[in-house]
């Protein structure tokens, strides 16, 4: 199904991120509730936010425009995984190695539970 607007193209953006409005709208510098305006089609966007939210989100800026050709121009940001990389980057290493050892332990425990029985 086509995405006819470029509001639903916005949204359709911040849904195939698993983003809140909250966080989406974080992302690119607008108060949610001028955000929340623009997915229910009551304002327009203009050119800046297509520019912030290609460039935050590595959204393919005519797809957004015309919404013919792929959405994302690469695969989509893991945001919670940039997320996650930035706070482990301001932890003392002894943190660090502590987080690699209980993510290592969860990896295996999930494993496990794939596992066939």
Same mark, same amino acid.
């Given at each position: 199904m086509a995405v006819s607007s470029i509001n639903e193209? &916005?949204?359709? $953006?911040r849904k195939a991120l698993c983003l809140s409005q909250?966080? #989406?709208c974080? %992302? &690119? #510098?607008l108060s949610r509730s001028f955000y929340t305006q623009i997915e229910s089609g009551v304002r *327009?966007? *203009?050119e800046r936010i297509y520019e912030l939210i290609c460039n935050k989100y590595n959204v393919n800026k005519g797809w957004l425009l015309t919404g013919e050709g792929e959405m #994302?121009?690469?695969?989509p940001p893991d945001v919670e995984m940039e997320e996650l990389m930035e706070i482990?980057? %301001?932890?003392?290493?002894?943190f660090k190695?502590?987080? $690699?050892?209980? &993510?290592?332990?969860?990896?295996?425990?999930?494993?496990k539970s794939k596992a066939p029985r």
């Open positions: 193209r &916005i949204k359709a $953006v909250r966080d #989406f974080r %992302g &690119i #510098f *327009n966007s *203009n #994302f121009a690469a695969p482990i980057k %301001g932890l003392d290493p002894l190695e502590y987080i $690699v050892q209980q &993510i290592r332990r969860l990896a295996d425990l999930h494993r």
